[in-house]
Nanobody, 126 residues
């Protein structure tokens, strides 16, 4: 059984930083593309970034390029999202997700991800 759990959200002032973590268990047989998404109230889900293997990272949202960094530690089955220079518009629930099969391609579309965490809230105050 696959389980995906995010952590690290919280309340931070604008300009501050947070690091989100995502631990995935039950994914066997290879490296699964894993991504970070977010959804703010009243807005559509937004694909932020995806990591494949230990060194391949793809960013999909222009709004976070240069401020957010995705990384993964395969030995720990953990995905990270380092968020710097946070802005009030970054306030959202952040989700981690994995694609269904190992060696699938990264994607910025949440529809292509099968395994999802419960989300962690990030609130940035002005």
């Amino acid at each position: 059984q696959v389980q995906v759990v995010e952590s690290g959200g919280g309340l931070v002032q604008a300009g501050g930083s947070l690091r989100l973590s995502c631990t995935a268990s039950g994914l066997t047989g290879g490296d699964y593309p894993m991504g970070w998404f977010r959804q703010a109230p009243g807005k559509e889900r937004e694909g932020l970034a995806c990591a494949l293997w230990a060194s391949v990272a793809i960013y999909y949202a222009d709004s976070v390029k240069g401020r957010f960094t995705i990384s993964r530690d395969n030995a720990k089955n953990t995905l990270y999202l380092q968020m710097n220079s946070l802005k009030p518009e970054d306030t959202a629930t952040y989700y981690c997700a994995a694609r269904r099969r190992p060696y699938d391609r990264c994607s910025g579309s949440g529809d292509e991800y099968t395994y999802w965490g419960q989300g962690t809230q990030v609130t940035v105050s002005s």
